[in-house]
């Protein structure tokens, strides 16, 4: 599973009239054909222009199957507990089908038999179903239904009574004992996984490694579902989980060693992704520290592209900068670091011109300085210029220091510009045809 690394609560929110409705027995604000005194009926005129008032084509929500279901099964297949299966659409990965604790999305149609409007749908709400699988989050049947299937995947359903509204239905949209055709399109699908997963288990067996890492990986498995669903702080939460039951177990070998640090060095740099998403840049630099312990972290793009990030939100732009760059020198073509050292670059040119302007205002000095004017000079030259500079300065003594000859206009005004707030004079001297240059210290500024 990738792990360049969505709530259940909302989810169920966004099904009003839905399966969870249907399960629990919500007073439902939809009618279907089945009246308790068999009166003919038809769609409520706002079901036909959708919840948005957009107006819908009806022949989307015709069923497929207006005969008895008795007719239809024998063209199905029996996939267990009486429901039966017709594929209409194969999945794109047939190796890849729902599982336990997987977060599934699908869009469906559900028929009575004999009926062409649906009881219920996707389809005329305009949004589809998210629920997490083994949570009891749907009606049981639906839940098998969806079991037996893959990615991409539209199949026809006949689901007995039984597993959806039992023998006595819900007036009066469900007849008592009705079966019901489901035409279902599975969307997508990840594993959840179990945050829970390592508790339920005896302070001994806590300890076995062998015993305990498959646990630990559905911790993991449940972190980086909640990253995907942008809920960082409990990813965050189950991450520091399996790190720690992790640490927890006895090795009783090498390669029980090498594969906890393995599974510690990911859980370590998916955690620091998490506390930069949560704009905690300490933490990141407490895991990387941890990190350092496993691994030797130089070699960690990753790692290092999430210190990186960290020590720039916390200022240090050196540090950042160091960061960065190795994790592009080991991942040279990522543009995900290339971008954030464009990024640290703009933050930290105007760090320095923010730095500049306030020295300039304590010393009285309001011309503006070489950081904000533009000369055709490199960096080389400006830290040569620099380093000339401190160290003229630093010698007390000395009231002149030359500068070597043959510089061009725009490195000649940025010595000027750059040695205003030092006190000192860059100065160009000819006597008898000989040309010369040195700074020299005024006292005063210039």
Known sequence: MSENIYDKEELMLEDPIGLSDLMTGTKFTLRSNYQEDDEESELFPELQTGEDGVNLNTEDFISPWNKPFAELIPSMDKIGMNIYKKIVKHPIDNESIVGRRCCVTISYNAFMEHETCPFDSTFMRGSNLTFVTDDEA????????????????????????????????????IKPKADALFVIQLIDFSEAGDEEATEVVSDADKRKYSYMIDKILEVKTNAIYHFRQGEYLKAASAFNRAINRLEMCNLINEAEEIEQRNHLIKLYSNLMTCYNKLDKPKQVCTAFKELGR??????????????????????????????????????????????????????HSKHKEMESKLWRKAMGNCEPTFAEKSFEVDEKFKKEVDDLVTSFQNKPKESKVNVPDGLSKDEIDFIKDFVKDFKMKFVISEVHGKKSCYLTKTGRFL
């Open 138 to 173: 749907v009606l049981p049947g639906v839940e098998l239904a969806v079991k037996s299937m893959g990615r991409k995947e539209e199949s026809q359903f006949i689901i007995p009574y039984k597993l959806l509204y039992g023998e006595l239905g819900c007036a009066p949209r």
């Open 294 to 347: 496993l691994t030797e972290t130089d070699r960690n793009p990753k790692a290092l592209y999430q210190f990186g990030k960290a020590m720039m939100a916390l200022g240090d732009y050196n540090a950042a900068i160091a960061a960065l760059k190795k994790a592009k020198r080991l991942k040279p073509d990522d543009p995900d670091i290339a971008t954030q050292l464009r990024v640290l670059d703009e933050k």
